[in-house]
């Protein structure tokens, strides 16, 4: 590394974050300096890192669409502190409204638009020989009163073509369970209402989905596993299943690859797809190479809802690929969003009972949100059409058509919200559980087939709880009047208070029992600590140590 | 001789009351743990097997005396342990059948 890196790139390092990593390395192909700073929202580390290290360019990735006011206040501390270089940020939201990003945070001089590793090269020449850099092809900048946008540059036709993400910063062997993210194709040909990834790569006008060779992405494995120790491989894939049979050989080319380097047994991996990609055959096929859990996109249980979100499934489906995962003793997680935009008490009730159907005999946790109208999404334009979009273009909102919904979203939200989402909630730490109780590779597991059971009531237990204070909660506020719902809320208060007392219970043995499998000083059992909101560590393990 | 039958009538009530009074010494509130399923005899994992419901409470004397706030707390109470109970019965009936299958 350059003791004085030309660009410093700035993001959350959750699962190795590969979108900077690809960055840093084909920048430093192209014979530049680069390094990677953790993103934090206490500015003064990265302020003395760029005032010490003094960077051409400061190039931030922005992940999540909500975290951009805090990236603004970061950026300027960075400006009042003096720092003249070029700042420049990226990532799915500052692709598709970079006239927004550039209006509220003034201070960001440039916005690289889409996949960036050709255009940040581009810049970094730009910059290095003191041209203009306003010419650069895909890239937002501001142009006196206004926001310019070049046009886009097509796609990266081979994804081979790109060096590997660069990890040389990252210590695995401090990791309890040293796991590294892999990438092994861009993009995703469904066109979920939902979802950004399909306009983020349709943008370019490329293939919907770029599949690197089944060898390359071995390699990578290989390297990580005999060079850094690493034996455990999640890949973040968009849909790593997508794209019919050509995809599931590409899939099982990749398991059958580690087979012939002798990995089997010896690496696990976990892919992300749809619940119909699911095939019995394919999967028993991955299984042998190392895959240990998969995590699909079920999303909703209602056949209007799954309509309304273009899923192009129907609930049957989703039950199909379950028990196919179940049979097959594999792990997996899935995303579900109780409520969307166009929800009726009707379909709430469904996607209750699908969940109680689908999970309630605790396989998996049962985990959900409601939809949100993220920047590029088909749904957010829906939305804006209908007159329905509210809040800021940062934390975009919306009502129900029904409003006895929304007081029963805002219930759920206030009700659920620790135990869905934070890293010390029942599900973060079920998950972590389960995955490691189930975790294909001999050597690390230690569980017994009966702490696999042990560990799967608790979910059940968990989901079941969660099951019956949803139905509680619909039960009532559909029966009450809305005026007597506004007035009278202590049924609700009560049921929540339930539900948390519940929570606090189950968690206690939860930790009990995930201790006592871990053999680990019972003086820890007593408390799941916080660490936040992006943990760089997916263990609970990890949690607990750092 | 009045008296001798008053007496008489009067330690017979007293016993009576007594044992209507009784109240049994300490002895087990709830059902102890299941046994280890996995297998007999000492076994580290058999103190993750969840005991019985620690709630204890006896059922209110009169639930017509019972708040509707009060009769809700008690209702989502049981249905709780419906839910734990219901979860730990498919756990032992999934572990009885291997057993039966040998």
Redesign the interface.
């Given at each position: 590394m350059s003791a004085s890196p030309s660009i410093l790139l700035v993001g959350f390092q959750d699962q190795d974050n590969l979108g900077l990593r690809y960055l840093m390395s084909a920048v430093r192909q192209a014979g530049f300096g680069a390094a990677i700073a953790t993103y934090q929202s206490n500015p003064a580390p990265l302020v003395a890192r760029v005032l010490r290290e003094r960077p051409e360019v400061v190039g931030f990735s922005l992940i999540f669409q909500y975290m951009a006011p805090d990236f603004g206040r970061v950026i300027r501390a960075l400006r009042d502190a003096g720092v003249t270089a070029h700042i420049t940020m990226g990532g799915h939201y500052p692709s598709f409204d970079y006239a927004e990003v550039l209006r509220r945070i003034p201070e960001v001089d440039s916005i690289v638009r889409f996949e960036g590793e050709l255009t940040l090269i581009e810049l970094m020449r730009k910059i290095a020989a003191g041209d203009d850099w306003r010419t650069v092809q895909g890239l937002a900048y501001h142009d006196e009163d206004r926001c310019a946008a070049n046009p886009l540059r097509p796609s990266v036709k081979d994804l081979d073509s790109l060096p590997w993400p660069d990890r040389e910063d990252v210590d695995y062997s401090v990791q309890d369970l040293p796991t590294a993210s892999m990438l092994g194709s861009r993009g995703c040909p469904w066109d979920c209402s939902f979802c950004s990834i399909r306009p983020f790569y349709e943008a370019q006008e490329g293939p919907l989905r770029r599949l690197r060779r089944p060898e390359e992405v071995v390699a990578e494995m290989v390297a990580l596993y005999r060079e850094r120790g690493v034996p455990v491989f999640l890949f973040q894939d968009d849909d790593f299943l997508g794209g019919g049979k050509r995809a599931r050989d590409w899939a099982c080319a990749i398991a059958d690859g580690l087979v012939v380097e002798g990995l089997a047994g010896k690496v696990a991996f976990k892919v992300s797809c749809r619940s119909d990609e699911i095939h019995e055959d394919c999967m028993q096929r991955m299984i042998a190479g190392g895959l240990t859990h998969v995590y699909m996109g079920v999303e909703n249980g209602d056949p209007q809802g799954l309509l309304n979100m273009s899923k192009r499934i129907k609930p049957e489906q989703h039950l199909r690929a379950g028990k196919i995962l179940k049979g097959l003793g594999l792990s997996f997680d899935f995303g579900f969003m109780l409520l969307d935009p166009y929800s009726t008490f009707g379909m709430v009730r469904n996607n209750i009972d699908f969940l109680e159907e689908f999970v309630g005999d605790g396989w998996s946790v049962a985990s959900f949100c409601r939809m949100l109208p993220y920047a590029g999404t088909p749904v957010k334009a829906k939305l804006e059409s209908e007159g329905r979009l509210l809040g800021t273009p940062f934390e975009p909102d919306y009502r129900f058509l029904d409003p006895k919904l929304d007081l029963f979203y805002d219930w759920m939200l206030e009700t659920f919200h620790t135990r869905n989402f934070t890293s010390r909630g029942l599900c973060h730490v079920l998950k972590s559980l389960l995955f490691e109780a189930r975790l294909r590779l001999p050597e690390r597991s230690g569980c017994t087939d009966f702490e696999r059971s042990y560990a799967k009531h608790l979910t059940a237990v968990a989901n079941g709880l969660a099951v019956y204070t949803l139905r509680a909660a619909i039960d009532h506020i559909e029966e009450t009047p809305l005026q007597d719902l506004q007035r009278d809320r202590g049924f609700l208060r009560q049921l929540a208070l339930h539900e948390q007392e519940e929570e606090s219970r189950l968690m206690r043995e939860v930790a009990d029992f995930y201790w006592s499998v871990r053999q680990r000083p019972r003086d820890r059992v007593e408390e799941v600590p916080d660490v936040g909101g992006f943990d760089k560590s997916w263990t609970l393990a990890e949690s607990l140590a750092s | 001789m009045p008296n001798t039958d008053l007496e008489s009538i009067a330690q017979r009530l007293d016993r009576i009351e007594q044992l209507l009074t009784h109240r049994p010494g300490p002895g087990p509130i709830v059902d102890p743990g299941p046994e280890?399923?996995?297998r007999s005899g000492a076994h580290?994992?058999a103190?993750?097997?969840?005991s019985l419901p620690h709630r204890g409470d006896p059922p209110p004397s009169d639930i017509a005396r019972l708040s509707r706030?009060e009769v809700?707390?008690q209702l989502?109470?049981v249905?709780?342990e419906v839910?734990?109970l219901?979860?730990?019965g498919?756990?032992l009936n999934?572990?009885l059948g291997q057993l039966k299958e040998g």
């Open positions: - | 280890d399923t996995v580290a994992s103190v993750h097997l969840p706030q809700q707390d989502h109470q249905n709780a839910v734990r219901q979860s730990l498919k756990m999934e572990r």
